[in-house]
């Protein structure tokens, strides 16, 4: 499980914590790195998660969860349509700034017990592995502005982990070759940002 054994709380809300100080310098009607989407609709986009962590964490519960993290990342493409909907809907209203919902968030993301388990969109979760995919959603799409935010060590360590555990799933007699490339190159083609060549071109994305 990865980053469950690390500080993945503290990887996580400082990854936020980057793209909330990358803000005000960006431009927001750039064109993103994502089809259709300018800066305004990524930051719209992470904002709205953000408040979904507050909300979701404390749900928490001792019931069994009902999806690991390899398959909540998977499940995120069905998802699409609404997902798309709702960050143009918080670019119209202007809601890009992280500092604002990383107030309520943070304190709940510190001191969150991994070991229990939370309901989200997609279901049940444990929250260690929820924290992992907030990390992989952070630093990919922190990635996805233009200008791109440097992500931070750990939680960019941790995301390149999560989707190799994906792809080990679907595709492990090319696992090896997957973490012959940097975490940073790993991370796009594993999300469909950028292609691979040979074998793993087939394989991925693993997560759009």
Known sequence: MPGANDDVRAALVRQWELIAGHVA???LSEPSRIAGW???EVLAHLYAQVRLAARFLQSGSGRL????????LRGTKSFSEIIDASAR???ASNKVDLRIPLVQVRSLVLTAD????????????LVSDYLVTRCVEAVVHGGDLVQPVAPDP???AIAAEALMEALS????HLVNEARALPAERWIDVATGT????????AATPVMT
Request: glycine residues 12%; neutral net charge.
């Open 154 to 156: 750990r939680a960019q």
């Open 114 to 125: 991994l070991n229990s388990t939370i309901v989200t969109l997609q279901g049940s979760i």
């Open 65 to 72: 969860p009902s999806m690991g993290l390899s398959e909540n």
């Open 194 to 201: 950028a292609s691979a060549s040979g074998p793993l071109a």
């Open 25 to 27: 310098g960006a431009e």
């Open 38 to 40: 300018t800066n305004r």
């Open 169 to 172: 799933l679907s595709a492990p």
């Open 89 to 91: 809907q918080g670019a």
